[in-house]
């Protein structure tokens, strides 16, 4: 089957060197929204096998914007690894979270030198991902903390990938950006002030396993055994320093100093514990219905079902 993806959305990854060979196995295809720190869970599970020890034949895809919860919804993708909700929240796509393996946030609110701070980016352009993404939603949280309303004194710009709030920010087309590691790092490097961590403000789940509904009902055993895979690549991250730092270095293209830093920056805040993701989900739902304006009471289960990471960690031997 051939399949047509908008082009501002999709870049498919070149992993050929990361590719083995795989007989009788599953086959599906799982997006990445950015290349960046807190999304290697399941290119690294691809690279180091543990997908293939769980019978899963991934292609691995970088999808960006809302293209991958309408691509689910389809069919035309198996899973995501993003945790925006709010599609699900307004009823435009049934999908749900299965998993979280960052259930904090790592990005940074990173301003021009001579801000200095976030209660002088009123009036300012803020660069985010998508509306409906979690660079906004942790953009929202960050400016209510620092006394800022962000209806009204933000300037919020949906640009995308990361590299591209990056680069609009280094060009003087943004007053700040939303960055993620390493490229909150480099910009720091570039004279520019990281305002604000989210990891220091609030707890979300960042990155994790999104599925629809169909594939839920349809093949549990299937979303267990990648779930798997990513607990096996989280533990390998956490445990293997420098084999993950190699990893970093020929997934993102980047020097041994910029790995290690990535690396340094993520890796305590990688933690599949199903508690952490549902107190995350949990905020993030809170804020989602304030930014949708949505008045009703939105239960859990409408956007996340966490019993197969459950299932899947005591298989794994977890209490």
């Given at each position: 089957?051939?399949?047509?993806?908008?082009?501002?959305?999709?870049?498919?990854?070149?992993?050929?060197?990361?590719?083995?060979?795989?007989?009788?196995?599953?086959?599906?295809?799982?997006?990445?929204?950015?290349?960046?720190?807190?999304?290697?869970?399941?290119?690294?599970?691809?690279?180091r096998?543990?997908?293939?020890?769980?019978g899963?034949?991934?292609?691995?895809?970088?999808?960006?914007?809302?293209?991958?919860?309408?691509?689910?919804?389809?069919?035309?993708?198996?899973?995501?690894?993003?945790?925006?909700?709010?599609?699900?929240?307004?009823?435009?796509?049934?999908?749900?979270?299965?998993?979280?393996?960052?259930?904090?946030?790592?990005?940074?609110?990173?301003?021009?030198?001579?801000?200095?701070?976030?209660?002088?980016?009123?009036?300012?352009?803020?660069?985010?991902?998508?509306?409906?993404?979690?660079?906004?939603?942790?953009?929202?949280?960050?400016?209510?903390?620092?006394?800022?309303?962000?209806?009204?004194?933000?300037?919020?710009?949906?640009?995308?990938?990361?590299e591209?709030?990056?680069?609009?920010?280094?060009q003087?087309?943004?007053?700040?950006?939303m960055?993620?590691p390493?490229?909150?790092?480099?910009?720091?490097?570039?004279?520019?002030?990281?305002?604000?961590?989210?990891?220091?403000?609030?707890?979300?789940?960042?990155?994790?396993?999104?599925?629809?509904?169909?594939?839920?009902?349809?093949?549990?055993?299937?979303?267990?055994?990648?779930?798997?895979?990513?607990?096996?690549?989280?533990?390998?991250?956490r445990?293997?320093?420098?084999?993950?730092?190699?990893?970093?270095?020929?997934?993102?293209?980047?020097?041994?100093?910029?790995?290690?830093?990535?690396?340094?920056?993520?890796?305590?805040?990688?933690?599949?514990?199903?508690?952490?993701?549902?107190?995350?989900?949990?905020?993030?739902?809170?804020?989602?219905?304030?930014?949708?304006?949505?008045?009703?009471?939105?239960?859990?289960?409408?956007?996340?079902?966490?019993?197969?990471?459950?299932?899947?960690?005591?298989?794994?031997?977890?209490?």
């Amino acid at each position: 089957m051939h399949f047509k993806w908008p082009k501002l959305f999709v870049v498919f990854l070149t992993l050929s060197i990361f590719t083995p060979t795989i007989d009788a196995a599953d086959k599906v295809r799982i997006s990445i929204s950015n290349l960046s720190g807190q999304f290697m869970t399941l290119p690294l599970a691809h690279k180091r096998g543990f997908l293939k020890e769980e019978g899963i034949d991934a292609e691995i895809i970088r999808v960006t914007g809302g293209a991958a919860s309408a691509a689910m919804s389809s069919g035309d993708l198996d899973y995501g690894t993003g945790m925006a909700i709010g599609g699900a929240m307004s009823g435009g796509f049934p999908v749900k979270v299965v998993a979280c393996f960052v259930p904090a946030p790592v990005f940074a609110l990173v301003a021009r030198a001579e801000i200095k701070s976030v209660p002088e980016l009123r009036g300012k352009t803020v660069g985010i991902s998508t509306f409906g993404g979690l660079s906004i939603f942790g953009a929202r949280v960050i400016a209510k903390h620092f006394g800022l309303d962000p209806d009204k004194d933000l300037k919020f710009v949906a640009v995308g990938a990361v590299e591209g709030r990056f680069i609009r920010l280094t060009q003087g087309l943004l007053d700040a950006a939303m960055l993620a590691p390493p490229l909150d790092t480099e910009a720091k490097k570039k004279g520019f002030n990281i305002l604000a961590r989210a990891e220091d403000i609030l707890i979300f789940p960042e990155t994790g396993l999104v599925t629809g509904a169909k594939k839920i009902q349809e093949k549990p055993d299937e979303i267990k055994r990648v779930i798997r895979a990513g607990v096996k690549a989280n533990r390998y991250i956490r445990a293997n320093r420098d084999g993950t730092i190699q990893f970093i270095m020929e997934w993102l293209k980047i020097t041994k100093e910029v790995a290690t830093t990535t690396y340094d920056g993520v890796v305590k805040v990688y933690n599949e514990d199903p508690s952490v993701c549902e107190k995350g989900l949990r905020v993030m739902i809170d804020e989602r219905k304030q930014a949708l304006k949505i008045t009703r009471d939105f239960a859990l289960s409408e956007v996340a079902d966490l019993s197969l990471i459950r299932e899947a960690l005591r298989e794994l031997g977890n209490k």
